[in-house]
């Protein structure tokens, strides 16, 4: 099994390799890669006492933070290395001061994850979430070296626990402790006879509350909404945007809108403009030149703002829900404001418990949409209880990275 699993790891590099002439993600991640054994026996000579910990892409990054941070506090004198699998987390990354190194983590064949783990020598690892790469797990447990899941969250679905997934569930069995969010994954895991689990809690919501309570303005924001009320859209797709071009005649006399969308590529920055030609419209790298209060579309083509930007925001939108799966409502929630996101949220714990809850609103149209923000114009009451229940929802899953340090001690 474990010669057709690296086989398809091959494949797959194979596949990124020849796609990078054509992909501006493809090309980044084979240049990360190019002498990546070279440049991490540099980063890490003389480095001792090294902390691994590996991250999918910028969303399990900022899921990692809190932990990486409580880390870094208690323990002076361990080194800090992290890994991404991604571009999108990598290059927006790269140079945080949080880690001590960080890298792009090799191709998960057998030479691969031993020479990695042999050049790095780390005293323990810690996965994100998910992430699981099967040869490194067996290398790591092979030499002994204790690894975790943070923030883990399991689904009888999953391929582990099915009848052909039984080589993959044995590597799960290898794994020191998993940190899970939730009782039910602790119930599968226990099933399947993984008993070493603690339910702790998502680490999210440590992270996007330390972002929420930090001091910082964005002038540019408070320039460009002027009186009028704003939708910040974050994390967008085609399908959003569409959603949200049909929305906003209907509300652009009392709403400004912001559209940070998941790809910042020229042509589908184009795309949206396209789609709002007949309003004002500004890309953020063009906002020194233009009359900002006079915008109103303003289009995030940058990375790296969307967390802060939502603290402006009087009414949140989250893309994804149409087409990938939702992106993370928490960044928006901290800031108690209302939630609107798409039909294809089941897999998102938190999205599920704030559509419970009242704080967030699945949506299938953009009527759905108009109508809920004419409610909240009617009756400012229900709008602020809307928000009240997005704050006490953050504040009622916060501890999750004390639980996690309380149990490694």
């Not at 990695?116 to 699981?132: A, D, G, L, S």
């Not at 490194?136 to 883990?152: C, T």
């Not at 995030?300 to 402006?312: E, H, P």
């Amino acid at each position: 099994m474990r010669f057709l699993y690296t086989l398809c790891i091959q494949s797959f590099a194979c596949v990124i390799k020849f796609a990078s002439p054509f992909y501006r993600k493809a090309k980044l991640w084979n240049a990360g890669k190019k002498d990546i054994f070279y440049l991490l026996e540099n980063k890490c000579y003389g480095k001792e006492n090294i902390v691994w910990f590996h991250c999918a892409s910028l969303g399990e990054f900022e899921q990692g933070k809190p932990l990486m941070e409580k880390l870094k506090q208690e323990e002076k004198n361990v080194s800090l290395l992290l890994s991404f699998f991604s571009p999108s987390g990598f290059e927006v990354k790269k140079n945080d001061p949080i880690a001590d190194i960080i890298t792009y983590l090799p191709a998960d064949t057998p030479k691969n994850a031993k020479k990695f783990i042999q050049i790095v020598k780390p005293q323990k690892v810690f996965f994100i979430k998910y992430e699981y790469w099967y040869n490194y797990m067996y290398e790591l447990s092979k030499s002994n070296i204790p690894f975790y899941y943070v923030s883990a969250i399991f689904r009888t679905h999953q391929y582990f626990f099915k009848s052909y997934g039984k080589w993959f569930l044995q590597h799960l069995k290898k794994c020191t402790h998993f940190f899970v969010q939730n009782e039910e994954s602790k119930t599968i895991l226990f099933q399947h006879g993984l008993s070493k689990v603690t339910v702790t809690g998502d680490t999210r919501f440590d992270s996007v509350y330390a972002t929420a309570h930090q001091s910082f303005s964005l002038d540019f924001i408070t320039s460009y909404k002027s009186d009028k009320k704003l939708i910040v859209a974050g994390s967008t797709w085609l399908p959003d945007e569409k959603l949200l071009s049909e929305l906003f005649p209907n509300i652009n006399t009392d709403y400004k809108l912001i559209i940070a969308p998941h790809l910042v590529e020229k042509n589908h920055i184009e795309k949206i403009i396209k789609l709002f030609s007949s309003f004002s419209v500004v890309c953020f790298s063009e906002k020194n030149n233009k009359n900002l209060a006079n915008a109103e579309v303003l289009i995030i083509d940058t990375i790296g703002l969307l967390r802060k930007i939502y603290k402006y925001a009087d009414v949140s939108y989250i893309g994804g829900a149409f087409k990938t799966g939702l992106h993370n409502i928490l960044e928006a929630a901290v800031f108690e404001k209302p939630i609107f996101f798409g039909t294809h949220y089941q897999k998102f714990k938190e999205a599920i418990e704030l559509i419970e809850r009242g704080g967030a609103f699945s949506i299938i149209k953009a009527n759905d949409m108009a109508q809920k923000l004419f409610e909240f114009s009617k009756n400012q009451i229900l709008y602020k209880n809307v928000c009240d229940i997005c704050k006490k929802y953050v504040a009622d899953n916060l501890g999750a990275t004390e639980k996690i340090w309380d149990s490694l001690l």
